[in-house]
T-cell receptor, first 111, second 113 residues
């Protein structure tokens, strides 16, 4: 079993839809949680960065962390075709020296 | 400000040759990471540098892989006697501290023929 599980999709939604992306994890020591967006043939771009449990909102993006359930989510409101990309979750322990990534979810937003 | 830069952006080499990949982190970032991403795969951790501490090399797949970081800034990843299975995108990232968010460069696409 992988430390971080992420549904690879592909996920296809119409423009304007609310998108929900999720990851589960098994390591209870993870404290820092990130979401990255990766366009084809580009490096991952940091979208959201949260510490411990709770919600964080940035524009159309909301990140949620539920440490009791070992479950994190990224919500995208009013999705746009430009949101079409692969979304990667990542997490790390407080004193760890590496980020552990999910395998990524491929999202397509149809105009 | 400038982001993480990597060079070359693409590298084609023959099996058995050595290659060097370069990473310039964001100025002031003390932590530097190397990851590898194979086609359709997630990110595989290779090595991590934090300040003057000994690097965490636990992700290096074999002794053909090595990395160094000079002056706490620029890093070079070296792959000796390249194999076809080394073909991948090599990504570098940097952060302010071991707990900070990591910012990635555009990657180096390595193809071993």
């Amino acid at each position: 079993q992988k430390e971080v599980e992420q549904d690879p999709g592909p996920l296809s939604v119409p423009e304007g839809a609310i998108v929900s992306l999720n990851c589960t994890y098994s390591n209870s020591a993870f404290q820092y949680f990130m979401w990255y967006r990766q366009y084809s043939r580009k490096g991952p771009e940091l979208l959201m960065y949260t510490y411990s449990s709770g919600n964080k909102e940035d524009g159309r993006f909301t990140a949620q962390v539920d440490k009791s359930s070992k479950y994190i989510s990224l919500f995208i409101r009013d999705s746009q075709p430009s949101d079409s990309a692969t979304y990667l979750c990542a997490m790390s322990e407080g004193s760890a020296r590496q980020l552990t990534f999910g395998s990524g979810t491929q999202l397509t937003v149809l105009p | 400000g400038a982001g993480v830069s990597q060079s070359p952006s693409n590298k084609v080499t023959e099996k058995g040759k050595d290659v060097e990949l370069r990473c310039d982190p964001i100025s002031g970032h003390t932590a530097l990471y190397w990851y590898r991403q194979s086609l359709g795969q997630g990110l595989e951790f290779l090595i991590y540098f934090q300040g003057n501490s000994a690097p965490d090399k636990s992700g290096l797949p074999s002794d053909r892989f090595s990395a160094e970081r000079t002056g706490g800034s620029v890093s070079t990843l070296t792959i000796q006697r390249t194999q076809q299975e080394d073909s991948a995108v090599y990504l570098c990232a940097s952060s302010l501290a071991s707990r900070g968010a990591a910012y990635f460069g555009p990657g180096t696409r390595l193809l071993v023929l």
